[in-house]
């Protein structure tokens, strides 16, 4: 399905109209949040749901993290360690990896995340209603936003 995406297509083709299709609207949600993690180094998470940007401060209720593929385990891999470390330091209840093939949605396991501990569904089964369920239990805007 989508063998045709470059990397900068991810999100606005695939992500933005699912996040939209699950009741988030772009006020919900800040791009490349800046957040200071170790001394003076600044990192941006992709999006960002619930923000408080107070500097120094920052929060968020689920970072959701952009990729252009996440085939290879260590890819995977990777990605879920750069995501973990957005979610733990800006205290969020839910984080979330997305890449053509599919989204990635990692509940809290005891305080923390687990690289084992996800639901996953390709852009295809997304189309289906029972997955559309599945995921929005997880990270739908009721759940995440209130």
């Not at 990729?67 to 750069?82: I, Y």
Request: overall charge positive; charged content about 30%.
């Amino acid at each position: 399905m989508c063998s045709w995406l470059t990397p900068g297509d991810v999100e606005i083709h695939l992500i933005e109209p699912f996040l939209k299709k699950f009741g988030y609207k772009e006020s919900d949600w800040v791009r490349q949040l800046s957040v200071r993690m170790g001394r003076g180094e600044r990192n941006y998470p992709d999006y960002a749901f619930g923000a408080k940007t107070k500097k120094g401060e920052e929060t968020a209720k689920m970072v959701l993290e952009s990729k252009f593929q996440l085939s290879a385990q260590r890819e995977f891999r990777d990605a879920f360690l750069q995501t973990k470390s957005y979610a733990l330091r800006l205290r969020s209840a839910m984080m979330v990896m997305a890449a053509r093939e599919g989204i990635w949605v990692f509940p809290p396991d005891g305080g923390d995340f687990s690289i084992k501990k996800y639901t996953h569904k390709s852009w295809d089964e997304l189309s289906h209603p029972d997955a559309i369920h599945t995921v929005l239990c997880l990270m739908g805007r009721g759940e995440i936003l209130g």
